[in-house]
């Protein structure tokens, strides 16, 4: 780890290079919560952490999780801004495992509001927490990518990455 203007920058070591995804990602932090996370396209895996806490080992164990294709332990977020319907949102979309993908009315069902299937995608657009909170897992019910506030270019890598399968029914 090196670190720079109050960030830690985590090289991949060796063993994760050969598979690790063209995709960056930043994890700001407020004290012990992650206050918010950017992603970014980049020619190799890239991870930055901004702010000191005790959370920055936390947030390299659950990368290094991720890289190996596991469902990493959920991390401190800061929610606290955020209106009750896109907390319920954001822990249906939470809850959709590596791999595997679910329809924006399956999350809207799950969230408690049945016909609230748009609003989910206002609420994936505007999640802070993207890759810890999976809002690319999210897709449309003819099975197309739906949207991505970032590029549909990043979802399509992010979920070639973890191999998704199309559908993830709630249990």
């Known amino acids: 780890m090196t670190e720079q203007n109050d960030s830690i920058n985590f090289p991949l070591d060796a063993s994760y290079e050969a598979s690790s995804p063209p995709f960056g990602v930043s994890f700001f932090l407020k004290k012990h919560l992650i206050s918010h996370v950017k992603l970014f396209e980049s020619s190799t895996f890239i991870c930055n952490i901004y702010g000191h806490s005790s959370l920055q080992k936390d947030i390299l164990a659950w990368i290094q999780s991720y890289l190996q294709k596991k469902t990493p332990k959920p991390l401190p977020l800061d929610l606290t801004s955020l209106s009750l319907f896109t907390q319920k949102g954001l822990k249906a979309i939470q809850a959709i495992p590596f791999g595997q993908t679910a329809p924006y009315q399956e999350v809207a069902i799950q969230a408690g509001n049945p016909k609230a299937a748009r609003a989910i995608g206002g609420v994936c657009n ?19 990518l739906g949207g991505f506030a970032y590029n549909l270019n990043l979802k399509k890598i992010i979920i070639g990455f973890e191999n998704c399968k199309i559908k993830f029914n709630y249990k």
């Open 126 to 144: 505007r999640n802070p927490f993207p890759l810890i909170i999976p809002c690319h897992r999210v897709i449309g019910a003819n099975q197309t």
